[in-house]
């Protein structure tokens, strides 16, 4: 009988930890790119994953004294691809490799809506997310770098959002797995999460251009529990 209250001792505490309402705070490295539809294959450029950084600040709701919450807040997050092209040459009879490359950047605000499921094993939590979100890109940039030897900045231009080819709003999903782990009234954070967007970003109907973005990233934080 005593192993039974016990037990139940354990699940409820358990329960009530998860139960909690908190606030997360978070930052990490995000890594984008885009897909492209339109254009012949043979024209398209190749592209690579674009660095940036994303910043979050979420509201924890639990979902009655179950293991699902609700959480929401704002996000930023850089998003973007990398087009460079590369000429082999010799100098001095020496093999060197010359490129120019071209990094496109976009800056958004997000507003997560995620279901949570959190399993606890004392006082470690582990979670998966998932939920629709709903963006709008601030401003957005081109710059492009010369490789050779060393890499050189060339130019800096900012992008005219409010062009027709652009959408700033953006329409998405994400999802995502982690884990928690308490430290007195709050818990240290870490999580991966993966980003889809659904509409077009970039929508050039003249040279028959649509871009979507998706990634991934990785935040480390804490959350603070009331």
């Given amino acids: 009988m005593k192993k039974i209250v016990l037990t139940w001792g354990i699940l409820l505490s358990c329960l009530s930890l998860i139960a909690q309402p908190g606030l997360e705070l978070s930052i990490g490295p995000s890594f984008s790119n885009v897909t492209i539809k339109g254009l012949s294959e043979s024209v398209r450029p190749d592209r690579t994953l674009h660095g940036g950084l994303q910043i979050q ?63 606890s094993t004392g006082p470690i939590a582990a979670y998966v997310f998932a939920g629709p979100t709903a963006g709008y890109a601030v401003n957005g940039d081109i710059r492009t770098r010369a490789n050779f030897l060393i890499d050189i900045n060339l130019t800096k231009t900012k992008l005219n959002l409010n062009q027709n080819i652009y959408n700033r709003f953006e329409i998405g999903a994400n999802a995502g797995v982690g884990a928690e782990f308490n430290i007195g009234q709050g818990a240290l954070i870490a999580q991966f999460n993966y980003a889809q967007g659904f509409n077009r970003v970039v929508d050039n109907t003249v040279v028959d251009l649509r871009m979507k973005n998706y990634g991934f990233g990785m935040n480390l934080g804490y959350k603070m529990m009331f």
């Fill in 57 to 119: 600040a979420l509201w924890h709701q639990p979902i009655s004294a179950g293991p699902f919450s609700f959480s929401t807040g704002l996000a930023f997050k850089e998003k973007g691809f990398h087009v460079s092209e590369h000429l082999s040459m010799d100098v001095l009879n020496v093999p060197m490799r010359v490129g120019v490359e071209a990094i496109t950047t976009f800056r958004y605000v997000e507003v997560p809506f995620n279901i949570k499921y959190t399993a």
